[in-house]
């Protein structure tokens, strides 16, 4: 079984995102969507809401299965008896970031790949980062975001903004 995991905080998951699940899904005979408990930045949402959200989005999709993990990614590969970590690439800063990372994990796990897959031209500008900051100041995150993502981020800042008054 080629089993492939696509790792990343999903904070929040957005159509980049999908996009690169749905083309991966196609690959593979199973994508597993490994959500990171812990990474080293500031979280809107927590693992479970993460969790959650991208279950939601990703349900139609037959072959994917969505969990958490922390630790390095290539030991959650070895754990999950998979042999490939998919990518999606935006621009060209993220190929370089992904270069230097698919070589420490190729030093750590010969055996693991990384396979990257060039984002639709639709969605070159997309990252977690931009949704948040668009939708926190209230604006339309419709194009980037699926409905029920965009429900949550709406209750998540207006849940800021009770907290802060």
Do not use: W
């Not at 809401?49 to 590969?77: M, W």
């Amino acid at each position: 079984m080629r089993r492939a995991i696509f790792p990343g905080s999903f904070d929040p998951i957005h159509y980049g995102h999908i996009d690169i699940v749905t083309r991966g899904s196609a690959l593979f005979d199973e994508l597993v969507i490994a959500v990171y408990d812990r990474p080293a930045k500031k979280l809107l949402f927590s693992l479970e809401e993460r969790l959650h959200l991208v279950q939601q989005t990703v349900n139609h999709i037959p072959n994917t299965r969505v969990v958490a993990y922390n630790g390095l990614t290539v030991d959650f590969c070895e754990k999950m008896d998979a042999r490939f970590i998919l990518r999606g690439l935006r621009v060209f800063s993220d190929f370089e970031y992904e270069f230097r990372m698919a070589l420490a994990n190729q030093r750590l796990s010969p055996e693991i790949d990384t396979i990257s897959l060039i984002t639709r031209e639709q969605h070159t500008f997309l990252s977690s980062s931009t949704v948040r900051e668009v939708a926190s100041l209230n604006g339309n995150v419709s194009t980037m975001v699926p409905a029920v993502v965009q429900t949550a981020l709406q209750q998540r800042y207006a849940e800021l903004a009770n907290d802060s008054n």
